[in-house]
C-alpha cells in the first residue's frame, strides 16, 4: 500500500531533543521532505534530503535516512515551546508530482 | 520569497452558495496545486495545475471547478458544496521541472478554512 507511517504523538519536556520518526514506502523517492504545521495554518517546509545521503544537519535540525529500511527520522535539538506542531514527512515516487504524506506526528513541548 | 497567499482565510457559505478560493504565487512556479485537509489528517491531493493546463484531477466531485487564469493565479470555484466538504483547503506550487525532481519542492499557502452549513 502507499501508507507511509510515523507516531502519532511525541511529548517533550523544553530544552530536551525531539526524534520524530517515519517509515516511507517507495524506494525510487528522490527527495524526502519533513513539514511543520501549527494550528489552522499551512504546510511549513523545514527541511528535506535526497536519497543519496545519509544525513543532513541544518541549524538544530538532523535529518538521517536509511534507505536499506526506509526509514527517515527528525531530530531537534534544544526543543522550544515554539516547535509544538504537527510535523509531516513527505516523499515524491519518482515520475509523478504527487507527494505521498506521512499520517502526521503530533509535538507537544512541555515547559 | 517562498510565499504562496491564500484569499480568504475563513470562508462560511451554505450548500446553496457559489463562492471562490484564490491562490497567488510570484515565484515563478508553473505547477499548483490544491489540497484538501480535514482534522488531525495529512493533505489529500485534488487538482494539479501544470503550465496552467490541469494536469491531474483526483476524481474530485463537480462541485469543486479548479481554474487557472495565468501562471501565478490559480483558483477553486464552489458550488452546492455539502457539509462533509468543510476543511482547511491549501494552496501550494512548485517550479514545474521534471517530475521527482528538486523542482517538484511545493510550497505551501496559509490556508483557508471552509465551513459549509
Known amino acids: 500500500g502507499e501508507d507511509v507511517e510515523q507516531s502519532l504523538f511525541l511529548s517533550v519536556r523544553e530544552g530536551d531533543s525531539s526524534v520524530i520518526n517515519c517509515t516511507y514506502t517507495?524506494?525510487?523517492?528522490?527527495?524526502l521532505y519533513w513539514y511543520k504545521q501549527e494550528p489552522g495554518a499551512g504546510l511549513q517546509l523545514l527541511t528535506y534530503?535526497?536519497?543519496?545521503?545519509d544525513m543532513k544537519q541544518d541549524q538544530r535540525l538532523t535529518v538521517l535516512l536509511n534507505k536499506k529500511d526506509k526509514h527517515l527520522s527528525l531530530r531537534i535539538a534544544d526543543t522550544q515551546t515554539g516547535d509544538s506542531a504537527i510535523y509531516f514527512c513527505?516523499?515524491?515516487?519518482?515520475?509523478?508530482?504527487?507527494?505521498?504524506f506521512g499520517t502526521g506526528t503530533r509535538l507537544k513541548v512541555l515547559a | 520569497d517562498t510565499e504562496v497567499t491564500q484569499t480568504p482565510k475563513h470562508l462560511v457559505m451554505g450548500m446553496t452558495n457559489k463562492k471562490s478560493l484564490k491562490c497567488e504565487q510570484h515565484m515563478g512556479h508553473r505547477a499548483m496545486y490544491w489540497y484538501k485537509q480535514k482534522a488531525k489528517k495529512p493533505p489529500e491531493l485534488m487538482f494539479v495545475?501544470?503550465?496552467?493546463?490541469?494536469?491531474i484531477n483526483e476524481s474530485v466531485p463537480s462541485r469543486f471547478s479548479p481554474e487557472c487564469p495565468n501562471s501565478s493565479l490559480l483558483n477553486l470555484h464552489l458550488h452546492a458544496l455539502q457539509p462533509e466538504d468543510s476543511a482547511l483547503y491549501l494552496c501550494a506550487s512548485s517550479q514545474g521541472g521534471s517530475a521527482g525532481g528538486m523542482g517538484e519542492t511545493q510550497y505551501f499557502g496559509p490556508g483557508t478554512r471552509l465551513l459549509v452549513l
Open positions: 517507495d524506494s525510487s523517492s528522490t527527495y
Open positions: 513527505a516523499e515524491i515516487p519518482s515520475g509523478t508530482y504527487k507527494y505521498i
Open positions: 534530503i535526497f536519497s543519496n545521503m
Open positions: 495545475y501544470s503550465y496552467e493546463k490541469l494536469s
